[in-house]
């Protein structure tokens, strides 16, 4: 099993940054692919961007530019530099990791609230 924990959300006014952060645990040799998606209230839960174990990353059209995926492969840390936010950018964030079986995990999600 592989264990997801995210950190670093929370209440940022428009045109703030936030920085989150996911570290795994458990079978982390497990873990080939990682990313993070939101779901806001009353929608479906939306990609925002993902990164391979070699480093390519795919975004979200709504969230290029404005967000960096990074990751430490040493540390089985994903990072999420999240700039310019917007206050439909308010979401509970979820780190996601999938194996090279095709396995997915997912943390238990760290609320962004953007103000006004």
């Known amino acids: 099993q592989v264990q997801l924990v995210e950190s670093g959300g929370g209440l940022v006014q428009a045109g703030g940054s936030l920085r989150l952060s996911c570290a795994a645990s458990g079978s982390t040799f497990r873990i080939n692919d990682m990313g993070w998606y939101r779901q806001a209230p009353e929608k479906r839960r939306e990609l925002v961007a993902t990164i391979t174990r070699g480093g390519s990353t795919n975004y979200a059209e709504s969230m290029k530019g404005r967000v960096t995926i990074s990751r430490d492969n040493a540390k089985y840390t994903v990072y999420l530099q999240m700039n310019s936010l917007k206050l439909e950018d308010t979401a509970a964030y979820y780190c996601?990791?999938?194996?090279?079986?095709?396995?997915?995990?997912w943390g238990q999600g760290t609320q962004v609230s953007v103000s006004s």
């Open positions: 996601w990791s999938r194996s090279s079986f095709g396995q997915e995990y």
